[in-house]
């Protein structure tokens, strides 16, 4: 009977592993395409919207987890990220609302608030990852 135990503890740790999401190193990601970037007026910085946020979707092991992934900031959709994908959007500073959710489907969206300064740019994981305490 242990010896059951052992094979369905490996069993639960090993689906974890394999749906978790994986945080990337800069060097393993990539730009999103420009025709996915919804409105391409926040790529660049102005004297008004100084402040950068830096919104990177994670490679998952989860085949399900593989759609794209819609980011909006105060409502409005600013790019689709794919897996490994990041977009550096520019901001006024200050608190803003931040949101992703499935681009496939009506389903709910996440959201969370941060706050962005001119001088310190926000790094925000999108996770596909229920309960992983991101974005």
Do not use: W
């Not at 010896?3 to 592993?17: A, C, N, Q, R």
């Not at 950068?52 to 990220?81: H, K, M």
């Not at 790094?123 to 974005?135: A, D, F, M, N």
Request: proline letters at 7%.
């Amino acid at each position: 009977m242990q010896h059951v135990h052992k094979i369905v503890g490996f069993l639960l740790v090993s689906l974890l592993v394999f749906c978790a999401a994986s945080p990337l190193s800069r060097a393993e990601q990539r730009d999103v395409p420009r025709d996915r970037v919804y409105n391409p007026t926040v790529l660049s910085p102005t004297a008004q919207r100084s402040a950068r946020l830096i919104l990177t979707r994670d490679a998952t092991y989860n085949p399900g987890s593989a759609a794209s992934i819609d980011v909006f900031v105060e409502g409005q959709r600013l790019a689709r990220l794919a897996e490994r994908e990041t977009v550096t959007v520019y901001v006024t500073p200050g608190k803003h609302i931040v949101g992703a959710r499935f681009a496939s489907g009506p389903g709910p969206s996440m959201e969370r608030e941060f706050v962005a300064e001119t001088q310190k740019p926000v790094r925000i994981r999108v996770s596909t990852e229920p309960y992983s305490g991101k974005l």
